[in-house]
């Protein structure tokens, strides 16, 4: 099973629009915030270290969001990050931000290692890849020995 790593939130004035919720941009703002905390605290990687001295980017190439909910000021939103998939260059994650039991948004992304000097896509580092290693989810193989029961039909996606 993959680890996940969860940041709860208050939401603030500052994150709301004039009527009272969760402006959307914000949550992309809040989700960057996430990604730093979850490198720095979880794996062991200092994010501005690896920005302003190793040079090393980790911008978004691809997005896609689903907002479910209202989020309003003064609740608690707890962002929740997996890894979805580890590639050579890039890694997709997925972030759920829930208050309480209830889903307000679904994050997928795409984030691919750049060189900041050149603004090339390089490949991860092997400390980053090593450290992104412990999130890695389950080989289908894993998954398959796990969950494979001689009554229960098995499924593909």
């Not at 730093?36 to 911008?59: C, H, K, N």
Request: proline share 6%; net charge negative.
């Amino acid at each position: 099973m993959s680890a996940t790593f969860e940041w709860p939130i208050r939401i603030r004035f500052a994150h709301c629009d004039p009527a009272g919720i969760v402006y959307f941009p914000q949550y992309l703002v809040l989700t960057n915030m996430l990604v730093e905390d979850w490198f720095t605290e979880r794996l062991g990687i200092d994010y501005a270290q690896m920005i302003s001295v190793r040079r090393v980017g980790l911008p978004i190439v691809k997005l896609d969001c689903e907002f479910s909910r209202p989020s309003r000021m003064g609740e608690t939103v707890t962002l929740a990050l997996t890894v979805d998939r580890i590639g050579q260059r890039s890694l997709r994650i997925t972030i759920v931000g829930r208050c309480g039991d209830e889903v307000r948004f679904r994050a997928h992304q795409v984030l691919v290692t750049t060189s900041l000097e050149s603004g090339q896509s390089i490949d991860i580092p092997d400390d980053i890849a090593a450290a992104l290693a412990r999130f890695a989810p389950q080989s289908e193989a894993e998954s398959k020995a796990e969950s494979q029961h001689p009554t229960e039909p098995e499924f593909r996606q």
